[in-house]
């Protein structure tokens, strides 16, 4: 199974692992199905995953919203760290992988757990505000077609309460943001989500070289 970091040498990133990492044997399972796929790379890396866990159980989160379900890993690191009254939304446009995530969550015990919404995750983001769900959650995972950070960022400070986190992941998007030869629209739009948030007064800031880059936005 492919696991690396490339922020950091192999041998220190292995150890790094070994040290502390604590994935369940689910979650272990799903990364092993999940590295069949081509797609494999969609993934989040397994110490992200654990980022998420650590975070949401920092800030006692309930309500949780997860912007990319592809085969479940983040929903499912989540919902594993949840309270049982607590809720994951997960969005995504894909019947396919998502099927693969429902069937991994029936078997970890959290399905009940997580809310699945198919279409696209601007309408769904946009129907829970017109739901009047606005600042009613903890926490926020944005995982999804990175073209539309800028706009469920957006959605999301106002889903989320005070004092709750947006977490963003591929921020660093493999190194490809401080390449100014890489014009490509995905980079340029990480680029442009990027800046913004480094003037954006609504949020306390932090960018992690976890995973692709991780960026933690906390609201103010
Ligand atoms: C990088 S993967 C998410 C990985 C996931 N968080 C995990 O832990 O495995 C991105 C996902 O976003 C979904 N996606 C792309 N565009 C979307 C859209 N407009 N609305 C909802 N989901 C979308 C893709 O189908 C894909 O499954």
């Known amino acids: 199974m492919t696991v690396q970091s490339i922020f950091m040498p192999e041998a220190i990133y ?3 692992l070994d040290a502390s990492l604590r994935e369940t044997a689910i979650q272990a399972k799903l990364r092993a199905e999940t590295a069949k796929l081509t797609e494999a790379h969609y993934q989040i890396a397994p110490e992200e995953g654990q980022l998420l866990a650590f975070l949401v159980e920092m800030i006692g989160a309930r309500r949780t919203l997860d912007i990319g379900t592809f085969t479940g890993y983040s929903a ?114 990480i680029r442009v989500f990027n800046a913004a948030r480094l003037e954006d007064e609504r949020v306390a800031l932090c960018m992690l070289p976890v995973g692709d880059g991780v960026t933690l936005l906390r609201r103010r």
């Open 76 to 189: 499912l690191t989540v919902a594993q760290s949840l309270p049982d009254d607590g809720r994951v939304i997960s969005f995504d446009v894909n019947e396919q992988w998502t099927s693969q995530a429902r069937a991994i969550w029936s078997e970890a015990g959290v399905a009940d757990k997580i809310d699945l919404r198919i279409g696209p995750a601007l309408d769904s983001l946009d129907k829970l505000l017109d739901d009047r769900e606005g600042e009613s959650f903890d926490f926020a995972f944005i995982d999804a077609d990175k073209e539309n950070y800028d706009a469920y960022y957006e959605r999301c400070l106002s889903l989320v309460r005070r004092g709750g986190l947006i977490v963003v992941d591929n921020t660093l998007w493999r190194g490809r943001v401080a390449d100014p030869s890489d014009r490509k629209h995905k980079t340029q739009a």
């Open 14 to 16: 292995r150890y790094m």
